[in-house]
């Protein structure tokens, strides 16, 4: 069966040529591309591709924060991490593909924002659209009746009362036949959103401000330790792109204890740690100085930078003297937590005044016992029977050649082993106070007590130091962060809570004299509360408009 000739996707009657689409050229296909980029779906897109990209940097440790971790990374992949290196998996902040993403995202929220904006204010100073003719197609629609002598313009003049002092805006439009009222409100909802979205950019533009202007720097203290906020100080240090080492506030930092609280009572969880608490003095330049607390989740502020605590352990202190009695190695040496019960390994080097030059491999268990195969192992990370290892290397440590080495690290392809393994003399052992010959004639190792009495007595609680690790972080943008992210959080619950509605209120005068009102109101989006907001608009209207006939009705007000 054939189609009519005027449907709409006949052929028409006269052949001709086929429409051609004109080209678009640079000029349209770079209109097109912003057009999508600037979409509110392009945006909620590239907000979600952020939040992946983000990802891997949870995953693998990275430069900016944790530099040791990544040399640990490298050393335990040899094979994947030089991979991960190429796609800038270990800087993925500032890597090319997450600042990409970044900055697409950010000219599309800048694209949204100010065309929206633009709008908004243009509608907030348009008047209210005319009142509909026919308001029973409308939501709520309700009809009522005016008082006896009530005619429509005064009827229209309590009714804009009413819708005003609601909050709603305005408009009345009056005729020979009828007079109405047309009210909106609910313009603080695209408010909220333009707010959102804005400081949303806001956020985006602090945060790199923030990391261009900021750093973040650890560094490792033993109790009694001192450290001075100076770049040298910092055992590793990551700034921003912008900053300017003159602009570190000058102030030390003294641990004066750490101490650990651990699960007694529960014998499912015996030994978990319960609390960390890290003592601290701060004396800003020139000032007096100051006590601090630091804790895992309680940061210390001082002097423009957040103090946090990342780690800790025990730091032997171990001294290392020459066979004429001269004292060629003392210090509180931070050994590193391999398990839950602190079994932990430190690295001891003695480069100079030996024969040869020394290296050690240390192990340290805060309560010391032994497996059915005889080897050592922690049952407990508090100091109740604390037991030191040390196995001697000698050689040249690599320390002469100019190349930085880890503190953390012995590399023993090149030295000879002459205690533990394959040769045959067993580790040195070390209990607090204890001493011990070094192979061929090289002097002596102590393991030296911090308080020898209280150990005599079996109290070893005090005769091991311990080490805090702090991240030190300064970002200048902390306020104006949180005060954007309050900003935000502002324009969400706006833009969910408050409604758009318009409500229309109607009177017509009929044959007999009489005012027949209408009430009716539309939503935009969804508005379950629509009909009963009509409905209440009605009755305060109607009662008005009785108060306002009694009153006109008593003598003595007239």
Same mark, same amino acid.
């Given at each position: ?230 770049? &040298? ?14 602009? &570190?506030?000058?102030?030390? &930092? ?290 008005? &408009? ?13």
């Amino acid at each position: 069966m054939s189609r009519p000739s005027d449907h709409y996707d006949s052929r028409p009657q006269t052949q001709g040529p086929d429409v051609v689409q004109p080209k678009l050229g640079l000029t349209g296909w770079l209109r097109w591309f912003w057009r999508q980029l600037t979409s509110m779906r392009t945006a909620l897109f590239l907000l979600l591709m952020l939040a992946i990209a983000a990802i891997p940097g949870s995953l693998v440790p990275q430069r900016s924060s944790d530099p040791n971790g990544v040399t640990q990374y490298f050393a335990d992949n040899p094979d994947l991490a030089p991979n991960l290196d190429k796609l800038q998996a270990f800087d993925v902040y500032t890597s090319a593909w997450f600042s990409a993403i970044y900055l697409l995202l950010f000219i599309s929220l800048i694209g949204c924002v100010i065309p929206r904006t633009k709008h908004h204010f243009q509608a907030l100073r348009a008047k209210p659209p005319t009142t509909p003719a026919r308001l029973s197609r409308l939501s709520g629609f309700t009809e009522r009746d005016a008082p006896a002598r009530t005619d429509a313009a005064t009827a229209i003049t309590h009714a804009r009362t009413v819708l005003k002092s609601s909050g709603y805006r305005v408009a009345r439009f009056d005729s020979d036949t009828e007079s109405s009222v047309s009210a909106e409100r609910g313009y603080l909802r695209e408010t909220g959103n333009l707010i959102f979205h804005a400081a949303l950019v806001a956020i985006l533009v602090t945060v790199g401000f923030g990391g261009g202007y900021g750093f973040a720097g650890q560094r490792v203290l033993v109790e009694g330790q001192t450290f001075v906020n100076t770049l &040298l100080a910092y055992d590793s240090f990551n700034p921003g792109r912008f900053f300017d080492d003159t602009t &570190l506030d000058p102030y030390t &930092l003294s641990l004066n204890d750490f101490s650990v609280s651990y699960e007694q009572q529960n014998l499912q969880a015996y030994g978990q740690p319960i609390d960390f608490t890290a003592d601290v003095t701060v004396t800003p330049k020139g000032e007096a100085p100051e006590p601090g607390v630091v804790k895992v989740n309680g940061p210390l502020r001082t002097e423009g930078t957040s103090i946090y605590l990342l780690g800790n352990g025990y730091a032997p202190t171990i001294q290392v003297t020459a066979p004429d009695g001269t004292v060629v190695f003392s210090d509180s040496v931070p050994f590193l937590p391999q398990d839950a019960n602190l079994t932990s390994l430190g690295i001891v080097k003695v480069p100079d005044g030996l024969a040869e030059q020394l290296g050690m491999i240390g192990f340290f268990y805060p309560t010391q016992d032994k497996a059915a195969s005889g080897a050592n192992f922690s049952s407990y990370p508090d100091l109740e029977y604390p037991l030191l290892t040390l196995n001697v290397y000698t050689g040249d440590l690599g320390l002469d050649a100019g190349v930085p080495t880890s503190v953390y690290s012995l590399v023993t392809d090149t030295l000879t082993q002459q205690t533990g393994g394959k040769t045959g003399v067993e580790s040195i052992e070390l209990k607090p106070g204890a001493s011990a010959e070094l192979p061929n004639g090289l002097g002596t190792v102590s393991f030296v007590d911090n308080d020898p009495a209280a150990s005599a007595a079996g109290d070893f609680t005090q005769s091991v130091s311990r080490f805090a690790s702090f991240d030190i972080h300064h970002d200048p943008t902390q306020i104006w962060l949180i005060s954007f992210s309050t900003l935000v959080l502002f324009g969400l619950f706006t833009g969910l809570l408050v409604p758009r509605r318009r409500v229309w209120v109607k009177a017509t005068t009929r044959a007999d004299g009489s005012v027949h009102l209408e009430y009716a109101g539309l939503a935009r989006g969804d508005d379950p509360a629509l009909e009963a907001a009509v409905t209440a608009v009605a009755d305060r209207h109607l009662k008005l &408009l009785k108060s306002h006939q009694t009153v006109v009705a008593t003598p003595e007000s007239t």
